[in-house]
């Protein structure tokens, strides 16, 4: 990066400014000028490299929440078949779905579980008569 001083790029007042100064004056200015303007240069340098590593990273992030939620898919996927004929159509699953959450007892069942621990944890009814505690994680279903 060789970077040289050139009147010409200067505004009008610096330019009637620089015409007044002495030689001494002129080669410190060109001098502070030249340094300035290779600092401008990397800082601009660094700017591009800062905002390419930063879409690299959200690039990352955005591939990352991808892969998750088609493992989270996946994973649903089989539980769901665990259960339920692979002959049944998506439309005849959605309006099982909706049948079965319609439930109250459904409803309870689901906002008893915790969400934050293992892929299913909660209290499940064992029977009809008594409520049991009931975990089930995602290896029971591979």
């Known amino acids: 990066m060789d970077i040289k001083f050139d009147v010409k790029r200067l ?10 100064m002495t030689d001494y ?3 410190a200015f060109e001098r502070t000028w030249i ?7 990397k800082l ?14 959200r690039k990352d992030l955005s591939e990352k929440a991808r892969k998750q939620r088609t493992h989270r ?18 439309d005849d699953l959605m309006n099982i779905f909706k049948e079965i959450f319609a439930l109250e007892e459904v409803k309870s069942i689901v ?5 934050k621990g293992s892929f299913l944890t909660g ?3 064992d029977d009809d008569n008594e409520p049991g505690n009931y975990t089930v ?3 029971e279903f591979f």
């Not at 601009?44 to 800062?50: G, I």
């Not at 898919?73 to 998506?90: M, V």
């Not at 906002?111 to 969400?115: G, H, K």
């Open 35 to 41: 340094l300035i303007e290779t600092n401008k240069v």
């Open 123 to 125: 209290t499940v009814p």
């Open 111 to 115: 906002d008893s579980y915790d969400y």
């Open 137 to 139: 994680s995602t290896e």
């Open 73 to 90: 898919l996946i994973e649903r996927g089989a539980i769901t078949e665990k259960f339920l004929p692979e002959s049944f159509a998506n």
């Open 11 to 20: 505004n009008q007042k610096d330019r009637k400014i620089y015409d007044k």
């Open 25 to 27: 004056e002129k080669r």
């Open 44 to 57: 601009e340098q660094e700017k591009r490299r800062a905002m390419e590593r930063d879409r690299r990273v």
